[in-house]
């Protein structure tokens, strides 16, 4: 088992470099310390917010309201501020706020046993739609600048971003956890076999309380982060986020059933997509096309391995399987070449 | 006993719209009125049609989260072939948006039965490339009403017979899908499927198969929604449907469609979304802020599973 967990980080890393390779060839730009480590920010605050979505999704759950939580806490920063409140008493407020959300996620899921997929579904729009609430169609803006240190502030006359420090000393405590502690061993186990860990005596509705929590008030310190580097809120601040960090952490190697997964893995792939990503904002690809290429990779770590084995145990090759397998790919490649010929005449009519 | 509790959870709902509804006709007197039902039919009715192929792939214990971005490509498809061809029969225009929302089910279904990738990370991955596609496809460009043809602009606005055509559509999906789930062989397959995979494969039913078909039919009717889509809004945008996905397992979920598979029905969707349509006008109606409308969808979720939760922990209770 260790070794299969070994073998997955191996090949993030033999990814990350290839993903440098290329982007090396194809801009100039890309392998310089100054423009890697500016554009870190842009990954930081999905980073931190990746910490404990792992914890979560090792227990084989999941946290859709992490964007909202991060979305109404600094919503709730932006209201305090524009209504004369010192800044850093806001501040707290809106962890406390973040750390209350993820709370009564965790209070629904835990105690009440409802399945973790629908409560922070509503949770999400819940949270998101206060955070509309708070703000309307207004942004705050004109914080102190002590405050938009955080998301702004570099270190040590370089270009090293403050919040690179305080994720990396958040990686470090969670890894710390999950890998050194009982605690981190309970969160395996519940992944493994819930009913078998309750009844060995492990706590499993205060842990996955615990968890929704801490995933809570991190989401808020991601939205205190993103509105520092933002220097302003709005309401819509961060949303979408919550499928990045999903699609970080499962790519990472954590087990969407539950149970596998390890943070080394986590942070590697967040670096790979942050590579892929950043190589590909140099050349000019649109956000939206990158998701193209963030899904494909998402679909093929999981599907290439599993599909090896699929065709290990099908020799052979009956009607019902060309059925299945050859018509959709059939008519999917006749949808792209419909696609790009009438799009050329679409567009030269436009 | 089943039976019994399915029954029972959709009293729920119904308990729960009809005292909304008589607290809100209190506040507004406009919202009883036969206009005001008509708009609420037809402002769910693409929802109904995609919650319903949503509500398939939940009873098999998946989901689909690509949906919204199928609509897109499909409005965006359909549009940009109706700048080509303006003359395209309406028929044609249909089959195109259906054929195109099949495949990419199939591929969604094929990446889940053949590939053994779970469901949320299948679709959340095709979300995200079918949504990149539009991209790729129109260069960033939409289409507006006025590139449309006359006739596809009526597709879903007329009303031959009195109801408008899009009211019409939802009404024929749910009728075939009532049919199909309650009365044919693979409409029970699915439920099978659901309640016990390893039962229903010892069975002799081909689980991966009925799995397959239930990501084709969702896609199926994405596609013919994002037809829709387009003809009513009269446009085709990169950003048609954006998030739509979560109205659709909302729906399902307030209408007690089981999250864990085996159970849920046509009838309750059908008023989960209904619910979900009142809330919307209601709210406008009542002249509450409009930012309070997310806010209040996410409640009535929750609020949903909640109460769900806590009445079948008491019907348990009492068989005991």
């Not at chain 1, 800044?87 to 996620?105: T, V």
């Not at chain 2, 998946?62 to 499909?74: H, P, R, T, Y």
């Not at chain 2, 039913?205 to 969702?218: D, E, K, P, W």
Request: hydrophobic residues 55%; proline residues 3%.
């Amino acid at each position: 088992m260790a070794k299969r967990f070994l073998r997955w980080e191996w090949l993030l890393v033999a990814l990350i470099l290839a993903m440098t390779a290329v982007n090396t060839r194809l801009s100039p730009f890309f392998l310089d310390s100054t423009n890697l480590l500016r554009a870190s920010s842009d990954f930081l605050e999905i980073g931190i917010m990746v910490l404990p979505m792992v914890f979560i999704i090792i227990t084989g759950n999941i946290d859709l309201s992490v964007a909202s939580t991060l979305g109404i806490s600094a919503s709730l920063l932006g209201y305090l501020h524009n209504a004369g409140w010192n800044i850093w008493a806001a501040a707290g407020l809106a962890l406390l706020l973040g750390a209350l959300c993820g709370l009564l996620n965790g209070t629904l899921i835990a105690w009440l046993g409802l399945p973790s997929l629908v409560v922070t579904l509503g949770t999400f729009s819940f949270y998101r739609g206060l955070a509309y609430v708070l703000l309307g169609d207004q942004a705050a803006r004109g914080y102190p600048e002590q405050f938009t240190y955080l998301g702004q502030g570099r270190l040590f006359g370089t270009q090293t971003p403050v919040a690179l420090l305080i994720f990396g000393v958040l990686v470090l405590i969670f890894a710390l956890v999950l890998h050194r502690t009982r605690f981190g061993r309970y969160l395996y186990a519940i992944g493994n076999n819930e009913d078998a860990s309750h009844y060995s005596g492990v706590p499993v509705r205060r842990i996955k309380l615990m968890i929704y929590t801490l995933s809570g008030l991190v989401a808020a310190l991601a939205g205190l982060i993103l509105a520092a580097r933002f220097g302003s809120t709005r309401p819509d601040i961060g949303s979408g986020l919550e499928l990045t960090v999903i699609t970080v952490t499962v790519l990472g190697g954590v087990s969407i059933s539950g149970g596998k997964g390890s943070m080394v893995g986590a942070v590697l792939s967040l670096l790979l997509i942050g590579v892929t990503r950043f190589g590909m904002g140099l050349m000019n690809v649109q956000g939206q096309v990158q998701g193209v290429v963030i899904g494909l990779l998402l679909i093929l770590s999981i599907l290439l391995p599993n599909l090896g084995r699929w065709v290990a145990t099908r020799p052979t090759f009956d009607r019902n399987l060309l059925l299945r397998v050859g018509v959709p790919l059939l008519a999917a490649a006749l949808f792209g070449w419909f696609f790009f010929w009438s799009r050329g005449l679409a567009l030269a009519i436009k | 006993m089943a039976q019994a509790l399915v029954r029972f959870r959709e009293l729920g709902i119904v308990a729960f719209i009809l005292v909304l509804v008589a607290l809100v006709s209190l506040l507004s007197p406009a919202f009883l009125s036969l206009d005001n039902f008509r708009d609420i039919l037809l402002n769910i009715a693409i929802l109904v049609i995609v919650a319903l192929g949503q509500m398939l792939v939940i009873i098999t214990r998946g989901i689909d989260l690509s949906v919204g971005s199928v609509i897109g490509l499909s409005a965006m498809m359909v549009s940009f072939t109706l700048v080509v061809f303006p003359g395209l029969p309406l028929p044609l225009t249909l089959l195109l948006g259906v054929a195109l929302g099949a495949t990419l089910g199939a591929l969604n279904g094929l990446i889940i039965t053949a590939g053994n990738v779970p469901p949320i990370i299948a679709t959340l991955g095709t979300m995200s490339i079918y949504r990149g596609l539009i991209f790729l496809y129109s260069q960033g460009s939409w289409v507006n009403a006025f590139e449309m043809p006359e006739g596809f602009r009526q597709l879903a606005k007329a009303a031959p017979l009195g109801v408008p055509n899009l009211i019409l559509f939802a009404a024929a999906v749910v009728g075939l899908m009532a049919i199909f789930l309650t009365y044919t062989r693979r409409g029970r397959d699915i439920y099978a499927v659901g309640s016990n995979p390893d039962a229903a494969r010892f069975a002799g039913i081909r689980t991966q198969r009925v799995i397959f078909t239930v990501y084709v039919i969702s896609g199926l009717l994405a596609g013919l929604a994002g037809v829709l889509w387009a003809s009513r809004f009269e446009a085709a945008q990169t950003n048609t449907a954006l998030g739509f996905e979560l109205q659709t397992v909302a729906a399902p979920v307030v209408g007690g469609v089981n999250i864990f598979g085996g159970s849920g029905g046509v009838v309750g969707v059908v008023l989960g979304a209904f619910l979900l349509g009142i809330i919307q006008n209601a709210l406008t109606l009542v002249q509450i802020s409009p930012f309070w409308q997310l806010a209040a969808q996410g409640l009535l979720i929750l609020v949903a599973v909640v109460f769900d939760s806590v009445v079948l922990r008491r019907l348990r209770r009492g068989r005991t």
